[in-house]
């Protein structure tokens, strides 16, 4: 157990609709990333926040949008689903300190658009 | 981002040492390697973090020629509960954590 919660578990909906991820970091740690995974592209980063401050930028689409609250925990929102949304969308979270490339991971939420 | 090339797969047996080469010709002064393992529908999981020479935790060992343009993760006597992905990312610290890379991975397969 990484410490890191996410939620659902499991998520069915349909094209067009709109969902929201969520995510617990673990105690202490600031920094939120999210990461989609799909079988066809693998492992990839979507955005960072650092303190309720989006830090960093990865391959995530216009559609998708994220931000973390006061209280630390973080939300994905993905609009106008299509198809090819559907994957695995981890978050993980880090202390943001220091040296250590160390993320801790959480069990994930598999999105399934019909 | 500095680049990573990884073997796809690798087999082996139970209670043998498994080496796992990564190739980061590109690698910054600043870049640290960092190894990840992945289990299926889990989240990546550290198993270690290192600069140059020689790192060791409880579950492996990382060596770091001086060049510093590959490395490669050891695995003392797997098991079969070592079969996941292995992923080998070269990490630039910034501010505020850092964003991860992850490429293709090494798949091993350990055996009785």
């Known amino acids: 157990d990484s410490g890191v919660t996410q939620t659902p578990k499991h998520l069915i909906t349909a094209t067009g609709q709109r969902v929201t991820l969520r995510c617990s970091p673990r105690?202490?740690?600031?920094?939120v990333y999210w990461y989609q995974q799909s079988l066809d592209q693998g492992l990839q980063f979507l955005i960072q926040?650092?303190?309720?401050?989006?830090?960093a930028k990865g391959n995530i689409l216009e559609r998708f949008s994220a931000q973390q609250f006061p209280d630390l925990h973080s939300e994905l929102n993905l609009s106008s689903l299509e198809l090819g949304d559907s994957a695995l969308y981890f978050c993980?979270?880090?202390?943001?300190?220091?040296?250590?490339?160390?993320?801790?991971f959480g069990p994930g939420t598999r999105l399934t658009v019909l | 981002l500095a680049k990573t090339t990884q073997p796809i797969s690798m087999d082996s047996y139970e209670g043998q040492e498994v080496n796992i080469t990564c190739s980061h010709n590109?690698?910054?002064?600043?870049?640290?390697i960092t190894w990840y393992q992945q289990f299926p529908s889990q989240g990546p999981r550290f198993i270690i973090q290192?600069?140059?020479t020689k790192v060791t935790n409880e579950v492996a060992s990382l060596f770091i020629p001086a060049d510093r343009k590959s490395s490669t993760l050891s695995l003392p006597r797997v098991s079969l509960s070592d079969t996941a992905v292995y992923y080998c990312?070269?990490?630039?610290?910034?501010?505020?954590?850092?964003?991860?890379?992850f490429g293709t991975g090494t798949q091993l397969k350990v055996e009785l």
């Open positions: 993980a979270s880090s202390t943001g300190q220091g040296r250590t490339n160390e993320q801790f």
């Open positions: 105690s202490g740690d600031l920094s």
């Open positions: 926040y650092y303190n309720g401050e989006e830090r």
């Open positions: 590109n690698i910054a002064t600043n870049d640290y």
């Open positions: 290192g600069y140059k």
């Open positions: 990312l070269v990490v630039t610290p910034t501010g505020g954590g850092n964003k991860l890379t």
